[in-house]
């Protein structure tokens, strides 16, 4: 029963912050422009809690979660239903959304996805300065040869440190996958360049692909199906250090980046404990770099006992930077931007046929999710709300009528005519757009529902 209130919680809770953010966004934008709103209502179907601010504007709160709306005095509002003008001054008859300039509603309707994407900015970044930077880069671990085709006589090793795809420079390895998502049906070739240790230049490699991802299964793993495995490996970058331990006491800082312990180098922090964990007690000299300057000091590797009871060496030392707040903001700004290009590629691919679709979730899927990030903790809750703040800017930004997007688009095609298109044209539009939309929530129902099964 405990779960199934936290699935059901969550979902609300998850839904309600996403709607309402959405929402405000063409609500502030129409009080800016003084439209008047006569309803803000977070849910669909019967109010079910409603008040009235001193502007006139109902706040409610319906039945049906899936969804929320802005009622805006329109022309056509007061002449379908001339009674609404008793309950409205001069100053806001006259100030009808159709009434605005095109740039002021496209505004308007263009400010709900906004505030999505400004949501997860500031998600994202919260996470991002509160949590810390791993520094990870992803390392290849295995080569099925019998699948990778290399042109020429370009070739991949273990150990090489995927930098970039395709003149991408990857940041963060999560993104790998997500870059290789967007060539789903491509062929030709993929361009990789790789660090290799020893080597300063990059090395660069094109893989051969012929309809790149064919299959939902080659899609969830796209590395693998490349022929690839990798392994995420830290830079050896501190991030602490024990006070008064081995590596406080030589004088090492914070940031400073280790390049080689007595006489082995250090490519990443997982060589730090090969390279010490024999010399406990032992004096050795430490390569670093400290803000781009090469430093040589002496250090007294310290000792511990391990699990075994054997006497090892350490440093005293964690891996894992923290970030600033404008590094924070800059992150979240690039991972909602990155995403959201992500998402319109991905959603276009399933339009062609390049991707599949089943990932799709519908409201069992979300509630799904939502419950098992709950249980994980706020953080992955809040990650999730951010992922999904995205995907609710972008859907609504498709040119679908009856969604933000779908406006802009009339809008866009009243300013090249000069005026609006015909009403009957305008409904079977509108129609249209409703089917669409009940046909892409059937389907995402329809998938959450075949997981089960």
């Known amino acids: 029963m405990t779960t199934t209130l936290i699935y059901i ?26 439209v008047h709103v006569q309803r803000f209502s977070i849910g669909m179907g019967p109010v079910i809690y409603k008040r009235l601010d001193k ?17 805006m005095i329109t022309n056509k509002l007061l002449e379908v239903e001339p009674e609404v003008k008793e309950q409205l001054t001069e100053e806001q008859i006259q100030n009808t959304f159709d009434s605005k300039p095109k740039w002021q509603r496209a505004l308007i309707m263009f400010a709900g ?29 295995t080569i099925d040869s019998s699948i990778i085709m290399s042109s020429k006589d370009e070739f991949i090793l273990p150990g090489d440190e995927i930098y970039a795809i395709n003149s991408l420079t990857i940041s963060d390895p999560k993104d790998i996958n997500l870059e290789l998502l967007s060539y789903a049906g491509y062929t030709g070739a993929i361009n990789l360049s790789l660090k290799r240790p020893e080597i300063d230049d990059l090395v660069n490699v094109a893989v051969l692909v012929k309809d790149f991802l064919p299959t939902s299964e080659s899609q969830s793993n796209p590395l693998q199906y490349m022929g690839l495995s990798t392994e995420y490996k830290m830079k050896p970058i501190i991030g602490s250090l024990v006070k008064s331990g081995p590596a406080d006491a030589a004088g090492l800082k914070n940031n400073d980046v280790i390049s080689k312990i007595g006489n082995k180098k250090i490519n990443y922090a997982s060589d730090i404990r090969a390279a010490v964990s024999s010399i406990p007690n032992q004096n050795v000299l430490i390569d670093i770099y400290r803000d781009g300057d090469f430093i040589q000091l002496p250090i007294s590797i310290g000792s511990s006992i391990d ?13 894992g930077t923290n970030r600033t707040f404008f590094q924070s903001m800059s992150k979240g700004v690039y ?49 999730l709300m951010a992922l999904l703040s995205i995907s609710l800017g972008v859907l609504n930004l498709l040119p679908i009528p009856v969604l933000d997007g779908g406006q802009l688009t009339l809008l866009g095609i009243e300013a090249i005519r000069g005026k609006p298109l015909p009403e009957k044209v305008e409904n079977y539009i509108y129609t249209g757009g409703v089917l669409m939309v009940g046909a892409l929530m059937i389907f995402a129902i329809f998938n959450d529902v075949s997981r089960f099964f």
Not at 124 to 135: A, E, G, K, R, V
């Open 9 to 34: 919680g969550s979902f609300i809770a998850l839904l309600g912050v996403l709607i309402t953010i959405h929402e405000y966004g063409h609500f502030i934008f129409a009080r800016i422009f003084k």
């Open 55 to 71: 502007y006139g504007t109902e706040f409610a709160i319906s039945a049906f979660p899936l969804g929320g709306y802005v009622s």
């Open 113 to 141: 996805p906004l505030a999505n994407f400004l949501l997860s900015i500031f998600i994202f970044s919260l996470i991002f300065l509160n949590t810390p930077d791993p520094q990870t880069k992803a390392v290849i671990k």
């Open 307 to 319: 699990e075994n009871g054997k006497e090892i060496g350490i440093l005293g030392i964690s891996f």
């Open 335 to 383: 991972e909602t931007y990155n995403l959201s290009v992500k998402t319109f590629q991905f959603i276009g691919k399933m339009v062609t046929g390049n991707m599949g679709t089943e990932n799709l979730s519908g409201p069992i899927g979300i509630a799904q999710m939502a419950g098992n990030t709950a249980q994980a903790g706020f953080l992955p809750f809040m990650y």
